[in-house]
């Protein structure tokens, strides 16, 4: 059974603005799900409608088989760690922590063996008695987070919790929520983030949430390797997926295109005859291109390069004057700058794209 | 000369005068200094050692002439007694003894640290009230500006308002004080003196105070909420706090200090109070308070020791609080 369900889930404001629509998504107890997408899709709004801080104005939220649209947040079984910690200044490290136990008339003993149990596994022990004041932002992001252990809750949510630290200490505590939620495989986790790194690398699935509603559900490497449409496509990996427009010329088991840039593209998507002449976006991820000397899937002269040492990006103009066509090749090639290229990829590793929908075949 | 020209006048050359002065002084100051030639960058860090006095001279020269004087004038009277017909003779402690054993001086301190108990806490809690209460609705900020309307009121305006509120007519006539006239209509009995009940009266005189001052405690409080994070409002939600809660728990606490300030700023002008009293009851039926008395002996009695001697009393109470309200404040804006 699903830990927690949404059925067709939306959000309007004052009765016009549109910011959710129609979310339909299942979690699974100990999952640990991303929502990622640009600004303003709505990923933190879709996290405080779970967590009760806004109303659901459509569709029904489901914990564990009971409807949870009117329940007041405390009693949703869910705990949430905010972006700019929201601890509270007067209260020490301790009493943070204690604070929702001794709201619910917890017995002593038992908040203060809650607490030493989050304190152990954060390391918060030497800082009980401290006030926030007095912690760097990732202890008190790890107290934020004990605040949320503390209450047991069958499900966390967290807004954008490494936003507010620095590059190194995001590194650190996003290997730090990994290894919690290893310590904690039963529990379920909502994670929201812009930074698709931390979606890569910590979610069991990511929720891509784009115009309004979601644009793909899968495991990282599912929307990595088969995107279902272009916004997922050049959402997900950096730099974006270069996407050439092109005719298909040759339908079966495999797929010839014509891309307008010249040259031509197979893929090994399959099609069928009635797709033959269809206008389609052939999608080709930087680092799938290589050099290569026999017959190219795209001829162009290098206009820039930025060698980042271990990989090369090529900005290479589109004979056809479209976006430039961006390469990532292993090594450093700062020599290509000015120089004609001819780049080739992998059948396997095209995407096709019709009006914006992914033409490869859905598994399962 | 007509007193309207004379006062337009008198604003006019003050104005007028405080612009040319600080215009003029920096522009001697730079021309002395000059922020050119071969000393330019040691002009202009004496100049910027000199400016900052400039600027506090006025003042400073008016706090001393105003305010430092009058205090020491104040102590060497309050050690002095008149002879008639010119002159003082040296009384030492006499004065303050002669204050110490009057009944009067003693009803006016009960009354005072009556009002200092009362009234800062009842307009700074009232005040907190309403800053909470108004804080998400579509017309608070018409309520918060009628609650602050008060504050443009003088203290002798308030006080003739609050007495036709207590105001009483002869039994049978219709009663035009507020209070009498529902009094009358609820009871049934006679209309009532209600400034003249010794110690409840005093809490007549208060309520004057707590409804200007609720409008001051109001805006400041008002303006701490808003600086709470909102996130720690939504966590505590989260974490089951109830709004009584949310509100004692969390959001008091965090603006602990400002209600300190409030509340001492209060106390402060609460020590002062005399228009109120001077106004409405005159410190009579026991409702004497420090500062009336000061004036009754200084102005009435033409004691001037006695008068000193209490203005001394009340500068006494007065400075601990405002000491550590500066202090409070400061640590407020770092």
């Given at each position: 059974m699903a830990e927690l369900k949404l059925t067709n889930v939306a959000k309007t404001y004052a009765g016009s603005v549109d910011v959710l629509r129609d979310i339909n998504l299942d979690i699974a107890q100990g999952e640990l799900i991303v929502f990622v997408g640009p600004s303003g899709c709505g990923k933190s709004t879709l996290l405080r409608m779970i967590a009760g801080l806004e109303k659901i104005t459509g569709g029904t939220l489901e914990i564990e088989g009971d409807v949870m649209n009117d329940v007041p947040p405390a009693q949703r079984g869910i705990a949430m760690v905010f972006q700019s910690y929201a601890l509270y200044p007067h209260l020490t490290v301790r009493e943070n922590m204690a604070f929702a136990l001794k709201i619910a008339k917890k017995p002593k003993p038992e908040i203060d063996a809650a607490i030493e149990r989050a304190a152990k596994i954060l390391q918060l022990d030497d800082y009980l008695d401290r006030l926030p004041k007095a912690l760097s932002g990732g202890q008190r992001q790890r107290v934020a987070i004990g605040r949320s252990i503390v209450r047991d809750p069958k499900v966390y949510l967290f807004d954008e919790p490494l936003s507010n630290l620095d590059a190194a200490l995001r590194v650190a505590t996003r290997i730090e929520i990994a290894r919690l939620k290893e310590s904690m495989p039963d529990s379920t986790m909502i994670y929201v983030t812009h930074d698709q790194v931390e979606a890569m690398t910590l979610a069991s699935r990511i929720v891509v949430l784009a115009n309004?509603?979601?644009?793909?559900?899968?495991?990282?490497?599912?929307?990595?390797?088969?995107?279902?449409?272009?916004?997922?496509a050049q959402f997900i990996g950096s730099p974006a997926m270069n996407l050439l427009p092109g005719e298909i010329t040759a339908t079966g088991e495999t797929t010839t295109i014509a891309l307008e840039a010249g040259g031509s593209a197979v893929s090994t998507i399959p099609t069928q005859p009635s797709q033959q002449g269809l206008r389609v976006n052939v999608g080709v991820r930087p680092e799938d291109l290589v050099q290569t000397d026999g017959p190219p899937l795209f001829e162009g002269t290098v206009d820039f390069t930025e060698a980042l040492g271990e990989v090369t990006l090529l900005y290479v103009d589109r004979p056809d004057g479209g976006d430039q066509l961006i390469a990532k090749l292993p090594g450093i090639h700062k020599d290509l700058r000015g120089v004609a290229v001819k780049l080739a990829a992998d059948p396997a590793k095209l995407h096709l794209f019709a009006n914006g929908q992914s033409l490869r075949p859905k598994v399962g | 000369m007509n007193p309207v020209m004379l006062g337009l006048i008198t604003i006019v050359t003050g104005v007028v005068g405080c612009i040319g002065y600080f215009f003029l002084s920096n522009l001697i100051l730079d021309a002395v200094l000059p922020a050119r030639g071969p000393n330019a960058g040691r002009n202009i860090n004496r100049a910027n050692l000199i400016r900052p006095w400039l600027f506090l001279l006025p003042a400073?020269?008016?706090?001393?002439?105003?305010?430092?004087?009058?205090?020491?004038?104040?102590?060497?009277?309050?050690?002095?007694?008149?002879?008639?017909?010119?002159?003082?003779?040296?009384?030492?402690?006499?004065?303050?003894?002669?204050?110490?054993?009057?009944?009067?001086?003693?009803?006016?301190?009960?009354?005072?640290?009556?009002?200092?108990?009362?009234?800062?806490?009842?307009?700074t809690a009232l005040g907190l009230l309403v800053a909470q209460l108004t804080d998400r609705i579509a017309w608070g900020n018409i309520a918060k500006s009628l609650i602050f309307m008060p504050m443009a009121i003088s203290f002798v305006g308030a006080s003739v308002i609050w007495k036709l509120v207590y105001d009483a007519r002869p039994e049978g006539s219709d009663q035009i004080g507020v209070l009498n006239a529902l009094y009358v209509w609820m009871s049934g009995e006679g209309p009532q003196t209600w400034l003249t009940f010794p110690f409840w009266n005093n809490f007549f005189l208060m309520v004057v105070l707590i409804w200007i001052q609720t409008g001051f405690a109001m805006v400041i409080l008002s303006a701490a909420l808003r600086g709470i994070p909102e996130e720690t409002v939504e966590a505590a939600i989260l974490d089951g706090a109830n709004p009584f809660q949310v509100f004692f728990r969390i959001k008091v606490p965090q603006i602990k200090n400002t209600i300190l300030v409030v509340w001492t700023t209060i106390t402060v002008t609460v020590l002062k109070v005399f228009d109120i009293v001077f106004a409405m009851t005159n410190g009579q039926w026991e409702t004497q308070v420090l500062a009336n008395y000061m004036y009754d002996k200084m102005f009435r009695a033409n004691d001037w020791g006695v008068g000193s001697a209490a203005a001394m009393v009340v500068m006494l109470l007065v400075t601990p609080i405002l000491v550590w309200n500066v202090r409070n404040a400061r640590r407020e804006m770092r």
């Amino acid at each position: 059974m699903a830990e927690l369900k949404l059925t067709n889930v939306a959000k309007t404001y004052a009765g016009s603005v549109d910011v959710l629509r129609d979310i339909n998504l299942d979690i699974a107890q100990g999952e640990l799900i991303v929502f990622v997408g640009p600004s303003g899709c709505g990923k933190s709004t879709l996290l405080r409608m779970i967590a009760g801080l806004e109303k659901i104005t459509g569709g029904t939220l489901e914990i564990e088989g009971d409807v949870m649209n009117d329940v007041p947040p405390a009693q949703r079984g869910i705990a949430m760690v905010f972006q700019s910690y929201a601890l509270y200044p007067h209260l020490t490290v301790r009493e943070n922590m204690a604070f929702a136990l001794k709201i619910a008339k917890k017995p002593k003993p038992e908040i203060d063996a809650a607490i030493e149990r989050a304190a152990k596994i954060l390391q918060l022990d030497d800082y009980l008695d401290r006030l926030p004041k007095a912690l760097s932002g990732g202890q008190r992001q790890r107290v934020a987070i004990g605040r949320s252990i503390v209450r047991d809750p069958k499900v966390y949510l967290f807004d954008e919790p490494l936003s507010n630290l620095d590059a190194a200490l995001r590194v650190a505590t996003r290997i730090e929520i990994a290894r919690l939620k290893e310590s904690m495989p039963d529990s379920t986790m909502i994670y929201v983030t812009h930074d698709q790194v931390e979606a890569m690398t910590l979610a069991s699935r990511i929720v891509v949430l784009a115009n309004k509603g979601i644009a793909q559900v899968g495991t990282p490497l599912e929307l990595y390797e088969t995107p279902e449409n272009e916004f997922v496509a050049q959402f997900i990996g950096s730099p974006a997926m270069n996407l050439l427009p092109g005719e298909i010329t040759a339908t079966g088991e495999t797929t010839t295109i014509a891309l307008e840039a010249g040259g031509s593209a197979v893929s090994t998507i399959p099609t069928q005859p009635s797709q033959q002449g269809l206008r389609v976006n052939v999608g080709v991820r930087p680092e799938d291109l290589v050099q290569t000397d026999g017959p190219p899937l795209f001829e162009g002269t290098v206009d820039f390069t930025e060698a980042l040492g271990e990989v090369t990006l090529l900005y290479v103009d589109r004979p056809d004057g479209g976006d430039q066509l961006i390469a990532k090749l292993p090594g450093i090639h700062k020599d290509l700058r000015g120089v004609a290229v001819k780049l080739a990829a992998d059948p396997a590793k095209l995407h096709l794209f019709a009006n914006g929908q992914s033409l490869r075949p859905k598994v399962g | 000369m007509n007193p309207v020209m004379l006062g337009l006048i008198t604003i006019v050359t003050g104005v007028v005068g405080c612009i040319g002065y600080f215009f003029l002084s920096n522009l001697i100051l730079d021309a002395v200094l000059p922020a050119r030639g071969p000393n330019a960058g040691r002009n202009i860090n004496r100049a910027n050692l000199i400016r900052p006095w400039l600027f506090l001279l006025p003042a400073l020269t008016a706090l001393s002439l105003y305010l430092a004087y009058p205090v020491i004038e104040t102590l060497r009277l309050s050690l002095l007694d008149r002879v008639q017909g010119g002159g003082y003779v040296w009384a030492g402690f006499d004065n303050y003894s002669q204050m110490l054993g009057e009944p009067k001086f003693w009803e006016a301190m009960r009354n005072n640290l009556l009002w200092l108990i009362v009234v800062p806490a009842a307009a700074t809690a009232l005040g907190l009230l309403v800053a909470q209460l108004t804080d998400r609705i579509a017309w608070g900020n018409i309520a918060k500006s009628l609650i602050f309307m008060p504050m443009a009121i003088s203290f002798v305006g308030a006080s003739v308002i609050w007495k036709l509120v207590y105001d009483a007519r002869p039994e049978g006539s219709d009663q035009i004080g507020v209070l009498n006239a529902l009094y009358v209509w609820m009871s049934g009995e006679g209309p009532q003196t209600w400034l003249t009940f010794p110690f409840w009266n005093n809490f007549f005189l208060m309520v004057v105070l707590i409804w200007i001052q609720t409008g001051f405690a109001m805006v400041i409080l008002s303006a701490a909420l808003r600086g709470i994070p909102e996130e720690t409002v939504e966590a505590a939600i989260l974490d089951g706090a109830n709004p009584f809660q949310v509100f004692f728990r969390i959001k008091v606490p965090q603006i602990k200090n400002t209600i300190l300030v409030v509340w001492t700023t209060i106390t402060v002008t609460v020590l002062k109070v005399f228009d109120i009293v001077f106004a409405m009851t005159n410190g009579q039926w026991e409702t004497q308070v420090l500062a009336n008395y000061m004036y009754d002996k200084m102005f009435r009695a033409n004691d001037w020791g006695v008068g000193s001697a209490a203005a001394m009393v009340v500068m006494l109470l007065v400075t601990p609080i405002l000491v550590w309200n500066v202090r409070n404040a400061r640590r407020e804006m770092r």
